[in-house]
Structure formats: C-alpha cells, structure tokens
C-alpha cells in the first residue's frame, strides 16, 4: 500500500503560480510512475500530468503544457506540479495518484484507470 497526500493548494490570482507537492509514504520501495488529475464538481477527473519514475520521461496535457512542470525527488518520496500562469479554468480539486510499474522505470500514464493510489486532494482556486 501507498499513501499519498496532497499539499500546496489554496486561492492564487490570475496570472500566478502555486506549487503542489505530493508526499508519498508507505511502499514507496517500488517503483511508481507519478501522475497529476483535476477536477471540478460534475466533472469527471481529468489528466494534467505524468513522470515516469526515472523522471526522464514527462507527459501533459494540452490545455497546461508550457506553463505546468512536474518533477519528482525519489530521495525524498515526493513529486511536484509547478503551476505558472494561472488561469481561472484551472481552477479544481487536485490529486496526485501513483502506478506500480516495477523494473519499467521510464513508463508514465495519462490515464486514469492505471493509477492504483491516490491522494485526498488539494483545492486551487485562481481568481479573475
């Protein structure tokens, strides 16, 4: 089992940035590739962005790339989601979530359905 816990969320204007962190405690000995999801009250849950547990590899969707960055620090259990140029439509519940993914290190996941863990999520609300 893993446990992940979001933080960083809160209520930033447009234009700003805010950094979520993700902390990931319990089997943390294996391998996960690390993905970022959004979403809005009834709305599904929607992809923003992936690393492979290498972190050589990265993947975003189309609507943060050039102004999100994920990154991890596995020493430190933990992944980020930079977040610049906010925009009031990003505005959502944020959840990281991790894939086992074994000795396949550079493998990442846009979808949903190959998340095993997630966290409780974190609130970012940009103002206009």
């Known amino acids: 089992q893993v446990q992940l816990v979001e933080s960083g969320g809160g209520l930033v204007q447009a234009g700003g940035s805010l950094r979520l962190s993700c902390a990931a405690s319990g089997r943390t000995f294996s391998s996960y590739a690390m993905g970022w999801f959004r979403q809005v009250i009834g709305k599904e849950r929607e992809f923003v962005a992936a690393i492979s547990w290498s972190g050589s590899n990265t993947t975003y969707a189309h609507s943060v790339k050039g102004r999100f960055t994920i990154s991890g620090d596995n020493a430190k259990n933990t992944v980020y989601l930079q977040m610049n140029s906010l925009k009031p439509e990003d505005t959502a519940v944020y959840y990281c979530?991790?894939?086992?993914?074994?000795?396949?290190?550079?493998?990442?996941?846009?979808?949903?359905?190959?998340?095993?863990?997630w966290g409780q999520g974190t609130q970012v609300t940009v103002s206009s």
């Open positions: 979530a991790a894939a086992p993914v074994g000795f396949r290190s550079y493998l990442y996941y846009s979808d949903l359905r190959d998340y095993d863990y």
